[in-house]
């Protein structure tokens, strides 16, 4: 995976560990070996909270690994260098700065004459198409406009690389496309001075619009779980039987990764420190219902199901692993499939459904029934909810651990559980509950 | 907190009047009231003080509360732009390392509460001791007290500056001075401006005792309306009090008005980015 030959950027043994609350290190990246190769625009996809970004940091020197070296045209790169530019998620404009000196401000470590530097920021603006607003700042422009400027600032540094860490996923659907296509437009016409991108998305068709090649990454901690070649012939077309194939398949290969890991996770760690989606009671129970009415009669792709409900699939996704955690459906391969729990809770009335959910909240989340348990051991019913924030820190990021206690707080209260005071940070017993 | 309402204080209603009132009466009609009630006995207070302290005091009175008026405006503006000068980097520098800033924070903020002028006998006997200008080095402990809230408010700026922003500057290898001008500087100004309103506030403030020290039999005047107000106090000159508050009141809101709150408004309006 790792060949020398034409590579740019060259990640060897890349390691990267944070250190928790408790002092221990917690894993994210583990052993990632990858080259952006001369010409390509490689794709880094992986579900939320999976590494990518930190790689995409780490492929610039803006953070160093914990173990592990980046090559930069074969020598070791300790700083950023001249020949890499990062194009921010959230833009990174300085706001008081108009938007020809946020370019000129890219170009500043170049050391050019002051001429030069103010042709070069007028022709990166030109080119991305932002003529007529140089003298505005960010906050006079649209989300849109904020990104071209990201874009022209990274661009008139001529680097031989283009760092994307998910340029488009902070603008609306229709922006993002416009922006999408004037950047492919330049990067096929070769109007572009960059030689190689290298982009991290979570959003798959983006991926598959853009990328020569694919790197996909499991999550907790990420690894190289997939590498896919994409030779379809630009200018590609979304609406092409081919690109819908590749998309599937990397769909595919995306799920099969994640519910490998669900059903890992229970094996390699501590049950309770078991990551829940943020899925809400009311969206599960509005899946269920969805599914096993006509015409899915309790089964259906998730593709198909995300289309029809209007809905990303990225927002799908955990109200699907929620069901599968709760064994109210299975999740497998790209589908989703009722169990006899999940037809039976869809024929029953609230105070039958609250009965089932706390069975299964019980039964298949250790979370829950750790809490029950401790909230009973204790004399006065209650428990601070830095006490499970700690323990879950052993062995979640804190981003997973505040996910995780947020979803059990709200399935827990439905299933009337327990009860949770945000405002005293407490989880109590219920008043009239066993 | 405190700062940021001086910064943007106006003569407004107190939020004490019950919203009942104003469901009966037209807001701007209770403005006008307001403002009416404030006017009449302002007017009052200042008839009451001339019909008392006026016809002692005459022209040469006035010229002397204003050239001591002018002598600390001096040194306050020289004292913070010292103080500017040492403390922002420092602040900065502090800022940008959240473990140090965790630490150093506290302790700006105790040296802030602690009473610098229990450090003032020290600064007699060195200026008694090396028969310095009083004139000159009694100036620096005006602001003794005060310079920490430049420091802390700094180190809050730094602390609370984007990552996404320091991430820019670093892959863009923007650096050295461009980094300070184009960077830092700008993204902690409201924070400086809030500091080094408090700071300069105080500093007129520590001028009455902080323009005459004793220590025992020694006596150092060091000029300035500090030093005025003081004497006078202490010759119980109560129509002299009165100028000499009188005009430091009116230079501290003029100070406020004329350069600290288009400084404040102007900071926050570079730095926001909707």
């Known amino acids: 995976m790792s060949d020398a030959k034409g590579a740019i950027i060259e990640l060897r043994k890349i390691c990267m560990a944070f250190a928790k609350r408790s002092g221990e290190l917690l894993a994210v990246l583990d052993d990632i070996n990858l080259s952006i190769h001369d010409g390509e625009i490689l794709g880094l996809l992986g579900r939320s909270g999976s590494g990518k970004s930190t790689l995409l940091r780490i492929a610039g020197a803006l953070i160093k690994p914990t173990s592990g070296e980046v090559l930069y045209r074969s020598k070791p790169l300790l700083e950023p260098a001249a020949g890499i530019a990062v194009v921010f998620q959230t833009f990174a404009l300085f706001p008081w700065l108009t938007v020809l000196e946020n370019v000129e401000a890219g170009l500043d470590a170049l050391g050019l004459p002051r001429d030069e530097s103010r042709q070069r920021a007028q022709d990166a603006n030109d080119l991305i198409g932002l003529d007529g607003f140089q003298s505005a700042y960010p906050r006079e422009l649209s989300g849109g406009m904020r990104q071209r400027v990201g874009f022209a600032r990274a661009i008139a540094t001529r680097p031989d690389v283009l760092l994307m860490d998910e340029p488009f996923s902070a603008l609306d659907v229709l922006t993002a496309e416009t922006l999408r296509t004037d950047f492919l437009d330049l990067w096929e016409e070769h109007q572009l001075p960059t030689k190689s991108v290298l982009m991290v998305t979570h959003n798959i068709e983006e991926a598959v619009l853009m990328c020569d090649r694919l790197i996909i990454l499991s999550s907790n901690p990420a690894r190289i779980a997939a590498e896919i070649p994409i030779t379809l012939a630009r200018p590609r077309n979304r609406l092409d039987e081919e690109f819908g194939n590749i998309v599937d398949n990397v769909y595919s290969v995306l799920t099969a990764r994640t519910v490998a890991s669900l059903g890992a996770f229970a094996q390699t760690h501590e049950a309770l420190a078991r990551p829940l989606p943020p899925a809400s009671v009311n969206r599960m129970s509005g899946l269920i219902e969805i599914l096993v009415a006509a015409p899915y009669g309790g089964q259906a792709e998730l593709d198909r199901l995300a289309s029809s409900l209007a809905l990303e699939i990225n927002d799908l996704f955990p109200i699907a692993e929620g069901l599968h955690i709760l064994e109210f459906a299975e999740l497998k391969d790209r589908a989703l499939k009722l169990t006899a729990a999940g037809r039976v809770f869809a024929n029953s009335d609230t105070d039958e459904r609250k009965r089932l959910f706390r069975e299964h909240l019980l039964r298949f989340v250790p979370l829950s029934a750790h809490i029950c348990r401790v909230l009973r051991e204790r004399k006065q019913g209650r428990a601070p909810r830095l006490r499970f924030e700690i323990e879950m820190e052993d062995h979640l990021s804190r981003r997973d651990s505040e996910r995780t206690l947020r979803a059990v707080i709200a399935w827990g209260r439905y299933a009337e559980l327990f009860a949770y005071d945000d405002k005293s940070r407490t989880f109590s017993v219920i008043a009239n509950a066993g | ?274």
């Open chain 2, 1 to 274: 907190m405190a700062t940021q309402a001086a910064a943007r204080a106006r003569l407004s209603l107190p939020s004490l009047i019950p919203a009942r009132l104003t469901r009966v009466l037209p807001p701007a009609l209770l403005d006008v009231g307001w403002y009416g009630l404030v006017l009449l006995a302002v007017a009052y207070l200042a008839w009451k003080l001339l019909q008392s302290a006026g016809a002692e005091l005459s022209w040469t009175d006035a010229s002397e509360a204003a050239r001591d008026g002018g002598i600390t405006l001096l040194r306050v503006a020289v004292l913070i732009v010292l103080a500017t000068l040492i403390w922002v980097p420092v602040g900065v520098a502090i800022g940008l390392r959240p473990r140090v800033a965790e630490k150093v924070q506290p302790v700006a903020q105790f040296l802030a509460a602690f009473p610098a002028n229990l450090l003032f006998p020290v600064a007699v006997y060195l200026i008694v001791r090396f028969q310095l200008s009083p004139v000159i080095w009694l100036s620096p402990l005006m602001i003794l007290g005060t310079q920490w809230y430049i420091l802390f408010n700094v180190i809050a700026g730094a602390s609370a500056f984007p990552t996404d922003f320091r991430e820019a500057a670093k892959a863009f290898r923007i650096g050295g001075w461009r980094w300070w001008r184009n960077v830092i500087l700008p993204g902690i100004f409201p924070y400086y401006v809030t500091g080094a309103i408090t700071a300069s506030g105080g500093a007129w403030n520590a001028s009455i005792v902080s323009e005459v020290v004793s220590w025992g039999p020694t006596r150092l005047n060091g000029l300035g309306l500090g030093a005025y107000i003081a004497q006078m106090t202490e010759a119980g000159d109560y129509p002299r009090i009165a100028l000499g508050i009188a005009t430091m009141s009116v230079l501290v809101v003029a100070m406020n008005r004329l350069l600290w709150r288009p400084l404040y408004a102007y900071a926050e309006r570079r730095t926001r980015l909707d």
